[in-house]
């Protein structure tokens, strides 16, 4: 089933699927494993759930995400769209050769709703957008390991990088903190 009408980015210009394509965008998951979720990843029993877990397709590792009851409302408007109806995919592809968005094209309708907003495409791309949660939570909290497990990193030193954390960063973190 080809879903609802991607060409032409229709349900872009809704406010509903703009709160999913924010959510989907600071869930803290990669791109790719962003456009494959399955309607059953987010869905059951009638209602989105609270928080989900996929395999990252990266690591093969799995990775928990909470999902926001504004968000939730949207997703739920827009599983039970009528065009949505059979289909297995939460964003379903237009072309028939692909059961879901690509990488690509996730990415220009990302690059055209920050155009839209009149925000500059270049400072905003699907990766960044990943990273500025989990960048808030180290600012507001320093702690890294939770970064980690939001992100799915093995390694606390992918985390470290990914975060770019410097020296500075450190010192200043520990000049706040008084035995």
């Known amino acids: 089933m080809s879903g609802p009408s ?3 980015w229709k ?3 809704t406010g509903a699927i703009l709160r999913c394509l924010t959510w989907l965008s600071r869930a803290k998951l990669r791109g790719c494993d962003l456009v494959c979720l399955k309607v059953n990843d987010i869905y059951a029993a009638g209602r989105v759930k609270e928080r989900a877990s996929v395999t990252q ?5 799995p990775v928990r995400f909470e999902i926001t009851d504004t968000t939730r409302v949207s997703l739920e408007r827009w599983i039970k769209d009528p065009e949505m109806i059979g289909c297995e995919y939460l964003w379903p592809s237009r072309l028939h050769a692909s059961p879901h968005l690509s990488t690509r094209q996730y990415a220009r309708i990302m690059r055209d709703w920050v155009l839209s907003i009149g925000l500059e495409a270049s400072a905003y791309g699907t990766h960044s ?3 500025t949660k989990v960048a808030q939570i180290y600012k507001k909290t320093g702690n890294l390991r939770a ?9 606390m030193d992918s985390t470290v990088r990914y975060l770019g954390v410097d020296l500075d960063d450190a010192l200043s973190l ?3 903190i008084d035995l």
């Not at 397709?57 to 590792?61: D, F, H, N």
């Not at 970064?147 to 390694?155: D, N």
Request: without cysteine; charged residues 25%.
């Open 57 to 61: 397709s990266k690591t093969r590792k």
């Open 147 to 155: 970064v980690q497990l939001l992100l799915g990193h093995t390694k």
């Open 174 to 176: 520990s000049e706040g």
């Open 11 to 13: 349900w872009l210009t």
């Open 129 to 131: 957008m990943r990273r």
């Open 6 to 8: 991607v060409s032409g």
